[in-house]
């Protein structure tokens, strides 16, 4: 952000009022089975205005980023999935607020539509639009236990429709996924890596309540990963990506209040600052070898 806006910038998670082909009976009625609340934990509630959801999301940050500058990031559930014309306007809104120097819109890769990809062009020409694609991975087997609703060939589709657009692609993937081993997780990263896409989101696996993901953890179905589980999977991940792919996430935190496992997850700050030491551990033996 700094080598790009010459400056620290702050996401505002934004809720646009979008629903998902998930949840409303196009492909299923219950979401993915890790999802509680369209994975928008730290949204702005939804009002009557996105000017004024900005400014609500800013005042919950304003101590952490004196430059003043951010991105508007509709995270909650599918953003380019409903009338153009309503995204048309929630978008231009959100990117004519002065302080926003570029949109992030969460999205599905079967949701992107000529006519969506239109628009997504237009205001890339006005300020910089970056799309999220919620992958997980690209087993499919393990797609189709969490209920993802399209094969991996539509995310390849997207991503080429994306670049060709001119759009910036980050992609999510979650690390820890019921029955995918080390090995199995290191293949989705490396498939992300190759995939034309500019940026990657690792994401530990939480289990929330209320979802069906904490009703299999509960009848001991899964276990979650343990820090140094998550780490060392985390690394390899990174290993198996081009150097000049930007990592956007090294981890996540679930909402607290929701949170079933894994309870060490809880405490972000511990968690980067164990990443962190972990990789200078490892970067100095590596030197030291060398």
């Not at 995270?75 to 607020?97: C, W």
């Not at 293949?187 to 034309?196: H, M, P």
């Not at 894994?262 to 030491?277: E, G, M, Q, T, Y």
Request: proline share 5%; aromatic share 8%.
């Amino acid at each position: 952000m700094r080598e790009k806006f010459g400056e620290k910038v702050y996401k505002l998670a934004l809720e646009g009022g979008f629903t998902c082909p998930n949840r409303d009976g196009t492909l299923g009625t219950k979401g993915c089975i890790f999802c509680l609340g369209g994975s928008g934990d730290f949204a702005e509630k939804p009002c009557e205005n996105i000017f004024l959801q900005i400014e609500k999301a800013k005042a919950r940050v304003a101590a952490k980023n004196p430059s003043g500058k951010y991105i508007a990031y509709f995270q909650s559930y599918t953003n380019t999935y409903g009338p153009v014309e309503k995204m048309r306007a929630l978008f231009t809104e959100a990117i004519s607020h002065p302080d926003v120097v570029a949109l992030s819109i969460g999205t599905r890769p079967d949701c992107l539509p000529d006519e969506v990809l239109e628009l997504l062009s237009e205001l890339n020409k006005i300020k910089p639009v970056w799309v999220e694609l919620g992958l997980q991975t690209v087993h499919e087997k393990t797609a189709e236990y969490i209920r993802r609703g399209y094969p991996l060939c539509v995310f390849d589709s997207a991503v080429k429709r994306l670049k060709k657009a001119g759009i910036y692609v980050i992609v999510h993937m979650i690390i820890g996924l019921p029955g995918e081993t080390s090995e199995m997780i290191a293949k989705t990263a490396e498939y992300i890596g190759k995939s034309g896409a500019d940026g990657i989101k690792l994401q530990l696996l939480h289990v929330l309540e209320g979802t069906d993901l904490a009703e299999d953890y509960a009848s001991g179905k899964f276990k979650t990963l343990e820090p140094e589980e998550y780490i060392s999977v985390l690394e390899e991940c990174i290993r198996r990506i081009p150097p000049e792919m930007t990592v956007h996430r090294l981890t996540g935190d679930g909402s607290k209040k929701h949170l079933v496992a894994p309870l060490w997850s809880a405490d972000k700050k511990r968690v980067l600052n164990a990443i962190n030491a972990a990789f200078r551990k490892d970067n100095l033996e590596q030197g030291s070898a060398l």
